[in-house]
């Protein structure tokens, strides 16, 4: 008995004759979608910024939240659904570990603390991989976001060069 392509859309875990999982391929085109968010690690501390689309001029800015805390020393900028994000940031608040999804959440989060090894920033996909990195950015505008910051970033970049590099990123590819 074969399964039609409907059946492997809707598992999880299910992998397609090819070697794909669908559910994982929707969630990482919802990032693609999503605001574009970047974070610089520097060695004074870690920067999070994030594009924010007023999409109506009925939306009142302010609650539009794109980067959240999850304790004093850890915090995340978020690109792809936000209902998912807010789901992952109360299950990243409470224990990340113990959280049983029945689906791959469509949102791709950069988080940034401080440890005793100093600033950090990982990047955490849809498929559950974490990754760390200098800088990185994603969303709709990351291909070029991140072009421009492996040509700009270095790693004695102050905070406030990582503030200005990261206003210039947003601005462009809110253009």
């Known amino acids: 008995m074969y399964l039609t392509r409907s059946e492997y859309d ?3 875990n299910t992998f397609s004759p090819e070697g794909r999982l669908f559910q994982v391929e929707y969630a990482i085109e ?11 690690q520097t060695k004074e501390g870690v920067l999070l910024a994030v594009e924010k689309r007023v999409t109506s001029k009925l939306l009142e800015p302010n609650s539009i939240e794109k980067i959240m805390e999850i304790d004093r020393h850890v915090g995340c900028a978020m690109s792809g659904l936000t209902a998912d994000s807010r789901t992952m940031i109360d299950h990243a608040r409470v224990e990340a570990q113990e959280a049983i999804m029945s689906r791959p959440f ?3 989060l950069l988080i940034a603390g401080v440890d005793e090894k100093g600033p950090q920033l990982f990047h955490a996909d849809p498929s ?3 990754t760390q990195y200098d800088a990185v950015a994603i969303g ?6 991140n ?11 102050t905070l406030v060069e990582a503030e200005n590099l990261s206003l210039k990123l947003l601005k462009q590819v809110m253009e």
């Open 106 to 108: 469509g949102v791709a």
């Open 140 to 145: 709709a505008g990351s291909e070029g976001a």
């Open 128 to 130: 559950g991989t974490f």
């Open 10 to 12: 809707r598992g999880v």
């Open 30 to 40: 919802a990032i693609k979608l999503g605001s574009t968010a970047l974070g610089i």
């Open 147 to 157: 072009t421009e910051l492996q040509e700009q970033f270095h790693k004695s970049m």
